[in-house]
Nanobody, 114 residues
Framework: QVQLVESGGGLVQAGGSLRLSCVASGSIFSINEMAWHRQAPGKERELVASITRSGFTNYADSVKGRFTISRDGASKVYLQMNSVKSDDTAVYYC?????????WGQGTQVTVSS
């Protein structure tokens, strides 16, 4: 099993920056892909960015050029959020994929004020 704990959320002004962190514990060496998703009020959860163990990244079109996902070893993943917009307001969730299972963190709130 894997446990995920996110941190770094908060209130940020439009145009500003924020860095989210996610730390995994447990069977960390079984983790393949890690990712960030977000869910805004009244909307479905959506993929923001993902990164494989080898470092291959994928981004939602809405965040390309503004957000950067990075990974530190087997257990930590970060999301650098620059030039944030009001549409980025959401609860951000960390996800870890193992060969057979998927784990989620509890989420961290990001609120962008205009």
């Amino acid at each position: 099993q894997v446990q995920l704990v996110e941190s770094g959320g908060g209130l940020v002004q439009a145009g500003g920056s924020l860095r989210l962190s996610c730390v995994a514990s447990g069977s960390i060496f079984s983790i393949n892909e890690m990712a960030w998703h977000r869910q805004a009020p009244g909307k479905e959860r959506e993929l923001v960015a993902s990164i494989t163990r080898s470092g291959f990244t994928n981004y939602a079109d809405s965040v390309k050029g503004r957000f950067t996902i990075s990974r530190d070893g087997a257990s930590k993943v970060y999301l650098q959020m620059n030039s944030v917009k009001s549409d980025d307001t959401a609860v951000y969730y960390c996800r870890a994929n193992l060969r057979r299972d998927t784990y989620w963190g509890q989420g961290t709130q990001v609120t962008v004020s205009s």
